[in-house]
């Protein structure tokens, strides 16, 4: 069962993004020399996981929607 607590804590959590693009231009910029390749996989693993994140957070939305605890 999804409340409203749940929904906060998953928007919580897709706001991680902000400190996960800063930890990879960090990396680039300061880390140990990274490749293409490595900055891409980088890049596109984190889109990926956003991407799930983001799914889940709509989905809880809409469940909350739905049971009509937010309107």
């Not at 928007?11 to 991680?16: E, K, N, T, V």
């Not at 490595?38 to 693993?45: D, P, S, T, V, Y």
């Amino acid at each position: 069962m999804t409340d409203r607590f749940d929904l906060e804590s998953q928007i919580m959590s897709c706001w991680q993004v902000t400190t996960d693009l800063s930890d990879v231009a960090e990396a680039i910029l300061d880390g140990p020399e990274m490749t293409q390749d490595e900055i891409a996989n980088a890049l596109i693993g984190m889109q990926k996981l956003y991407d799930i994140k983001f799914n889940k957070l709509y989905q809880q939305f809409e469940q909350l929607v739905n049971d009509g605890k937010i309107k």
